[in-house]
């Protein structure tokens, strides 16, 4: 563990010891704002400045190791059954989950009207719910726990971090949503009978208040693994919060374990999002040529952008320009879509390529037709290797969130020139091409199980929280 992830994970440890007794229905309101107080520290303290205001914090750090982490910022989570209860889950779940459960046992519950309206436009059959409909203002709870927490940073007086008036203000300001989500989703747990939660993250204010007001029930829950896990985003991965985290593979659960948690919080299930790769027909080259109007004697690269674009986009483009029977297919991040005119104006002198903004053509019928895929650190590399292509990682350093390339699962360039000869011989060599396909099997197998059966997989483990109570 690097020092400023050590530090962060001290500082979120002590803001939860420091408010522990300030809880709201149940709910220890410092676990509700963890996360937002690691993006708030973040802005106020590094490391070496802490070290200023904690005297002594670098000789206790250098007690700590990695598995601290868990007895830090986690616990044990008991549960009682509830057998045949509903579903409460974030919405995007409904797709899959209305094949494995009865409709009656599904509750969709969105953080605003936006995603609502998408799911309903998407699946009209379905029923999805808007948190905020839910919403009651609750003055009087609003008062009560800014007194509490007004009394404990006052009584930190002298404290720079925990008695400061900064810190004081921001938790005042954080109080009325605390308390207007959290009311909103004891709501839904007085009125159906939730067996489970569902959720994508234990960062996400919705699903994070979800994974707590049910462990303050004694209800079961779940939360799925959304992308890649590593050290870079340490605190969007930990605590867990929830009763299990369900994962992709085993080597994720490892991951996991190295910072001290136990294996009782995992199941392995794969990626439900991986599914419709082997459970749904996709386009194949013919098509993509036709809808993205693609010279069809031309063979096709498919780029998944990230966050990289002003380093990596050159260099990919300044790699590939030597090729003139290579099309480049540019499939932006959906966080992405504002920039399409600055992605427009990158790659103005690349004639042989597309920039589409998400959504224009899936990601799954653009891989379908495909040749090669190239992104710099992309999930959407795993599902360039379920559609078995070759996958090139531009790495002209080592990339901050996951290695491809040091794992030994792509082909791994640092500069345009190497892209340009690897890219010729993919083109050029068959045997060359077959072994970068052959290259990611072992990579698969530890970071997720490709099967198409996911989604099953994921409801069964649904249904053994609800059957079972027990503590993980």
Request: net charge negative; with cysteine.
């Amino acid at each position: 563990m690097n020092e400023q992830n050590l530090f962060s994970g001290f500082i979120i440890h002590r803001f939860l010891e420091r408010f522990q007794s300030v809880t709201y229905r149940g709910v220890p309101v410092a676990r509700y704002l963890d996360y937002p107080f690691y993006l708030y520290s973040l802005n106020h303290w590094s490391s070496n400045s802490a070290k200023e205001y904690f005297p002594y914090i670098e000789e206790e750090l250098d007690q700590v190791s990695d598995v601290t982490l868990y007895y830090w910022l986690d616990e044990p989570y008991p549960y009682d059954p509830h057998p045949g209860g509903t579903v409460l889950m974030r919405g995007g779940f409904g797709d899959i989950a209305s094949i494995h459960l009865p409709r009656e046992r599904i509750f969709l519950l969105s953080p605003d009207q936006a995603e609502a309206e998408l799911i309903k436009f998407n699946r009209p059959d379905l029923i999805p719910h808007n948190i905020q409909s839910y919403y009651r203002e609750n003055p009087r709870a609003v008062n009560k726990l800014t007194q509490q927490i007004t009394k404990i940073v006052k009584s930190r007086k002298g404290d720079p971090i925990f008695g400061s008036a900064d810190l004081l203000n921001w938790l005042k300001d954080k109080i009325p949503e605390t308390v207007r989500v959290i009311d909103a989703v004891q709501l839904l747990f007085e009125t159906f009978n939730i067996g489970a939660v569902l959720t994508i993250s234990s960062i996400v204010w919705m699903d994070n208040a979800l994974n707590l007001v049910a462990r303050a029930n004694r209800v079961p829950s779940a939360t799925l693994q959304h992308g890649i896990v590593s050290d870079s985003g340490l605190f969007c991965n930990i605590p867990i919060v929830a009763t299990k985290k369900l994962v992709w593979g085993k080597a994720f659960r490892a991951w996991y374990q190295q910072y001290g948690f136990p294996k009782s919080r995992f199941s392995i299930i794969g990626s439900p999002r991986f599914d419709v790769i082997f459970n749904r027909e996709w386009w194949n080259r013919d098509k993509l040529c036709q809808m993205a109007e693609i010279d069809s004697a031309k063979k096709i690269m498919v780029y998944a952008t990230g966050t990289e674009r002003n380093i990596i986009v050159p260099l990919i483009l300044n790699g590939l320009a030597p090729i003139s029977d290579l099309f480049l297919l540019i499939l932006m991040h959906p966080s992405e879509t504002s920039l399409i005119e600055q992605y427009q104006q990158l790659t103005a002198g690349y004639s042989n390529r597309k920039v589409l903004p998400f959504g224009n053509i899936s990601l799954y019928n653009a891989l379908s037709g495909a040749d090669f895929f190239i992104t710099h650190c992309s999930t959407a590399a795993f599902e360039a290797m379920l559609f078995r292509l070759p996958v090139i990682t531009v790495e002209p350093t080592t990339p901050l969130h996951f290695s491809y390339g040091e794992l030994g699962a792509s082909l791994r360039v640092t500069d345009s020139a190497e892209l340009t000869q690897t890219v010729k011989r993919l083109m050029s060599d068959e045997s060359f091409r077959e072994a970068a396909v052959n290259q990611y099997h072992d990579f698969l197998a530890d970071y997720c199980i490709p099967d198409g059966d996911s989604s099953k997989r994921l409801f069964e483990e649904i249904e053994k929280l609800c059957q079972n109570g027990g503590i993980a």
